[in-house]
């Protein structure tokens, strides 16, 4: 069993930036993939950006603005969040795919984007 502790979310002004952290209890091998989701009230919970061992991917909507990063050797998982928009109002969840298809997620984390 993995849990997945994400941190790092709030409250900025538009244009403003966090990052956000998600941890893992244990061990992440680096054949893991790993991503961010996020779900804004009424919506379907969607891609933000994923990690794999070789690659990146981003949503559109936030190219060019988001970051994933992972750091292997503390289990966890960074989205760095640049530009932000109203839009980007949602709460944010990190999800782990082991290399034999089991999934985690954390319990999500707020972040809310307003002047």
């Known amino acids: 069993q993995v849990q997945l502790v994400e941190s790092g979310g709030g409250l900025v002004q538009p244009g403003g930036s966090l990052r956000l952290s998600c941890a893992a209890s244990?061990?992440?091998?680096?054949?893991?993939?790993m991503a961010w989701y996020r779900q804004a009230p009424g919506t379907q919970r969607e891609l933000v950006a994923s990690?794999?061992?070789?690659?990146?991917n981003y949503a559109d909507s936030v190219k060019g603005r988001f970051t994933i990063s992972r750091d292997n050797a503390k289990n966890t998982v960074y989205l760095q969040m640049s530009s932000l928009k109203p839009e980007d109002t949602a709460v944010y969840y990190c999800?782990?795919?082991?290399?034999?298809?089991?999934?985690?997620w954390g319990q999500g984390t707020q972040v809310t984007v307003s002047s």
């Open positions: 999800k782990v795919t082991r290399t034999w298809g089991q999934t985690y």
């Open positions: 244990r061990n992440i091998f680096t054949n893991d993939d």
């Open positions: 990690i794999s061992r070789s690659s990146t």
